[in-house]
């Protein structure tokens, strides 16, 4: 592709506007991201104590429960084997040591997460050299000065690099998602791995396509065809004539081949054990995809905005400055890894959070590459805005947390109380001191951003980024007892445990009747409940609502007898029963 004019780039900065972003601040700052929130707490409906129940089952029931996930009885053949491997290996390994210090339980939980450090690693390594590989190529290069000062090559990409790698920290919606132990990290960091890969492939083809090959292999063995079809669409588009990528384009054979040959290794014993679990995953995946309907084009374009804040508005911005560079590296590569899952996202029966993570990494890439472009009075205004929003989200935590514990003020109080009946308020102070010394750790760098009035380009992504870890790092310290309460069903599994003690006679089987999949793995999680799917069973545990009760709905049979009544305790909309069945 003939390169245009190096003085049409919209990109104009001096070298103090690359100074060198701290690496140990950095790491710090990625460190606390991941960290916090990850481990002390309970697995939460719905997807993340889904992917646990797996790795648990595949630890203790038979080698087929590797090959083919289940949820206890279930066969859970919604997402692929990937992480269900990963997790259960994870558990095998370390679970042992962390029983030294705590329950069985918990070391399972504290071991199934390890994984996700491994997710967050790939997703920040690949993004961080991706956009680098990016960064330090002519096309993005910025205007070059009359009489000098221009940043280097070296310094320009590794600023976009730095910038792209807090952007990402910074997004919103996947804030949560990373700290799971689900499909979505692992679906986020193949998303990003094949960006980096087909970035590499601009200088070094070889390396690229293999890095490609199993980058698209792990997104299929992640999340099936919905993880996959986003890559497969995106990456041939990359290749287009008028690319910089065009002359490498015979170089895909080799990703495509390693990604087929890597799928059949999972496949062929798949199908050969078990014809019925295939027929399920084939069967979800296709049904999973249908014509686009009007509201869920709506319910895309309203939620996804606040999911992918703040790096939409700067990704658009991108295109629109670089518009006349459509088709250089720096902005096709990305645009494509961000249209395909969003066209893609439109052909969904449900698309939602899992499928929204997939815009994530190169929303964020593009975004960095607005940075150069914006002029220094809207770089403040963003910085101004950034310091304003998160010291208020950050108050605003804080005085939840006030009223929680104190009752005061009484509206924010009486509002608290209604979404957690029954919680016993109490005060963890080592919880407290972690969110004081984050809060000063906030107070410092905008002192350091009021007093120092620093040029390099970075400081508005290190505000956003730190306003948003210090916002989660006070959700995971003051709020989760509370969030515990509101989202694991530790408490009403060990009622439901306790009560099949006390009724469920030597072999008599239980029978869930519309237990939802969270449900059902929750049970299993927390008290290795495994429900039955035999009519015969003459224990049934109902899934219902108090509404439904109180108006004879939720009824079965007139030979049913109620054994035992449960729920959550802040929990308004859902109940369980445990019913005997008496034979008629």
């Not at 807090?166 to 997004?171: D, E, G, K």
């Not at 963890?428 to 007093?451: D, E, K, N």
Request: charged residues 10%; aromatic residues 14%; glycine residues 6%.
């Amino acid at each position: 592709m003939a390169l245009q004019d190096s003085r049409s780039t919209p990109a104009r900065l001096t070298a103090t506007a690359t100074t060198k972003l701290p690496r140990l601040l950095l790491l710090a700052l990625g460190l606390v991201y991941i960290l916090a929130g990850l481990f002390f707490r309970d697995p939460w409906k719905t997807d993340d104590v889904a992917g646990l129940a797996t790795m648990m089952t595949a630890l203790e029931g038979s080698w087929q429960t590797w090959l083919l996930p289940q949820i206890g009885n279930m066969a859970y053949a919604q997402n692929g084997p990937l992480i269900t491997w990963v997790g259960a290996f994870s558990i095998w390994l370390f679970g042992p040591l962390f029983e030294l210090f705590t329950s069985p339980l918990d070391a399972a939980l504290i071991a199934s997460r390890l994984p996700n450090l491994l997710w967050f690693g790939l997703i920040t390594g690949s993004v961080w050299y991706g956009t680098y590989l990016l960064g330090r190529r002519p096309e993005p290069q910025p205007l070059a000065l009359p009489f000098g000062g221009e940043p280097t090559v070296r310094d320009y990409g590794r600023m976009i690099a730095d910038a792209a790698l807090l952007l990402i920290l910074a997004t919103v919606g996947i804030m949560w998602r990373l700290h799971e132990t689900s499909e979505v990290p692992a679906l986020i960091a193949f998303q990003a791995l094949a960006f980096y890969a087909v970035a590499r492939m601009l200088d070094h083809p070889l390396s690229g396509a293999i890095t490609l090959g199993v980058a698209l292999a792990a997104a299929f063995l992640t999340r099936g065809w919905i993880g996959s079809l986003p890559i497969i669409l995106a990456v041939p588009c990359a290749f287009i004539p008028r690319s910089a990528l065009w002359p490498m384009k015979h170089w895909l054979i080799i990703s495509a081949v390693l990604a087929v040959f890597l799928c059949l290794l999972w496949w062929i014993p798949a199908n050969h054990f078990s014809t019925y679990w295939i027929h399920n995953w084939w069967l979800w995946n296709v049904t999973s995809f249908g014509p686009p309907r009007y509201q869920e084009i709506l319910s895309v374009l309203r939620d996804l905005p606040w999911f992918l804040w703040p790096t939409w508005p700067f990704a658009l911005l991108a295109l629109w400055r670089w518009r006349a560079w459509l088709f250089a590296p720096h902005i096709w590569i990305p645009l494509m890894f961000v249209l395909w899952p969003f066209v893609i996202m439109l052909f969904l029966a449900d698309p939602f959070e899992p499928e929204y993570s997939l815009m994530a990494v190169p929303a964020a890439v593009l975004a960095a590459f607005a940075l150069p472009t914006l002029r220094r009075g809207v770089v403040n205004s963003l910085d101004w805005f950034a310091v304003m929003c998160f010291s208020l989200t950050c108050a605003t935590v804080w005085l939840g947390w006030i009223a929680l514990q104190a009752g005061w003020p009484e509206q924010i109080s009486h509002n608290i109380a209604r979404q957690t009946r029954g919680y016993e308020a109490f005060v963890y102070w080592p919880a407290v001191v972690i969110a004081l010394l984050g809060t000063l750790a906030w107070i410092a760098i905008v002192y350091w951003r009021l007093h120092t009035k620093p040029s390099a380009l970075w400081r508005g992504t290190v505000l956003s980024a730190c306003g948003i870890v210090l916002t989660w790092l006070l959700l995971v310290t003051l709020w989760l007892p509370a969030l515990d309460y509101v989202r694991s069903y530790r408490e009403v599994s060990g009622q439901l445990a306790q009560a099949l003690q006390t009724h469920q006679r030597p072999g008599e089987c239980v029978r869930g009747l519309a237990l939802g999949t969270g449900q059902r793995a929750s049970f299993l999680v927390f008290n290795e409940l495994r429900f039955s799917y035999s009519a015969d069973c003459s224990l049934v545990l109902q899934q219902t609502s108090p509404e439904a009760v109180q108006s004879g709905a939720a009824d079965y049979t007139p030979q049913a007898r109620v054994l035992w009544e449960g729920k959550r305790g802040a929990d308004r909309r859902e109940m369980f029963r445990l019913l005997r069945i008496t034979p008629q």
